[in-house]
C-alpha cells in the first residue's frame, strides 16, 4: 500500500489550527457565562456561526416522574415552543424518540416518517414555523436529567444538508459545554437533599430497590434489623418521602443510588 510522505499542506495545517482554535473559544465562552440570558446570546451566535437560523435547548430534570422541572433556552421562532408542549408534541415527535434512546447526533433529514403517521404531523407543522431542517443532539447527564440540543433552518435540501453535516462535529462539543454551564448558572446539584445520604443508607435502599426486606438486608450488611430500618428511615426523611417505596424511586430519579459495580 502506497503511503503518503513529506509535511502536511500548509493549507491543511491552517484549516486545522483555525478549527482548533474555534473549539477552544467555545470552551472559553461558554466557561466564561455567568447566566441565562448570556447562554442565550451565545448559543444563538453560535447557531448563526454555523449556518443555522434558530435553536432551543430544552432540559427535563427529575425532580418528579409526574411533573419533573424543565429548563428551557429557547430561540425557535415565537410561538413554536408553546405550540409544541401544549399539544404534547414531545410524546410523539420523532425526534424526540431518538434523543431519547441515542447518545449522537441526528439529522432531521435521516428521520423516516410516513405520511399518516403521527410524527408526520409535527415535522409538518414545524416546518410550518420555519423548521423545515435541523439537527439534534441528545443530552444523557450521570444525574439523571435528560435534554436536546437543536439547530434548525428554514431552508430545504441540499443546501440544508451542507450546513447540518459540517456542524456535525461541532454540535457534539457545544451540547456537553452548554449542558455543564446550564447546571453551573441554574444552580442544578446544589443543595440536593439526597446528597447528605450516607453511604450506609445508600447501601440499604440499593437492597431496598432489589425486592430485598428489612431483615434480608440486615443480613446481607451484617447488622441488626432495627439498625436496617433505622438507616431507611433516616433516607426518607432527608428524601421528604413517606413511604420506603418513595424514597427509592426518588433517589433512583435523582441518581443517589446506582446499581453496582462501579
Request: charged share 20%; proline share 5%; aromatic share 8%.
Amino acid at each position: 500500500t502506497a503511503r503518503l510522505s513529506g509535511p502536511l499542506p500548509r493549507a491543511w495545517q491552517q484549516g486545522q489550527a483555525m478549527q482548533l482554535d474555534a473549539v477552544h473559544a467555545d470552551m472559553e465562552s461558554f466557561a466564561a457565562a455567568d447566566s441565562v440570558d448570556a447562554l442565550t446570546a451565545l448559543c444563538r451566535d453560535k447557531a448563526r456561526a454555523l449556518g443555522f437560523d434558530s435553536f432551543v435547548y430544552a432540559l427535563r430534570v427529575p425532580t418528579d416522574f409526574a411533573d419533573a422541572r424543565l429548563i428551557m433556552i429557547d430561540g425557535y421562532p415565537p410561538g413554536w415552543v408553546s405550540h409544541y408542549m401544549g399539544e404534547a408534541f414531545y410524546d410523539i415527535d420523532p425526534v424526540m424518540k431518538y434523543c431519547a434512546d441515542h447518545v449522537i447526533p441526528l439529522q432531521w433529514s435521516d428521520i423516516a416518517v410516513a405520511p399518516g403517521d403521527t410524527g408526520h404531523r409535527v415535522m409538518n407543522e414545524a416546518a410550518a414555523f420555519g423548521l423545515r431542517a435541523g439537527i439534534s443532539m441528545p443530552i444523557h447527564s450521570p444525574q439523571g436529567e435528560f435534554g436536546v440540543l437543536s439547530f434548525a433552518l428554514d431552508a430545504a435540501s441540499p443546501h440544508a444538508s451542507d450546513v447540518t453535516r459540517h456542524a456535525l462535529p461541532r454540535i457534539q462539543l457545544l451540547a456537553a459545554y452548554l449542558h455543564e454551564a446550564v447546571r453551573r448558572v441554574s444552580g442544578l446539584g446544589q443543595g440536593v437533599q439526597g446528597r447528605t445520604l450516607t453511604e450506609r443508607e445508600r447501601e440499604c435502599l440499593r437492597w431496598a430497590a432489589d425486592g430485598k426486606t428489612s431483615s434480608e438486608i440486615a443480613q446481607i450488611l451484617n447488622m441488626a434489623e432495627s439498625t436496617a430500618n433505622f438507616h431507611l428511615r433516616n433516607a426518607m426523611l432527608k428524601l421528604d418521602v413517606s413511604n420506603r417505596q418513595h424514597a427509592v424511586a426518588k433517589a433512583a430519579l435523582q441518581g443517589l443510588i446506582h446499581p453496582r459495580p462501579f
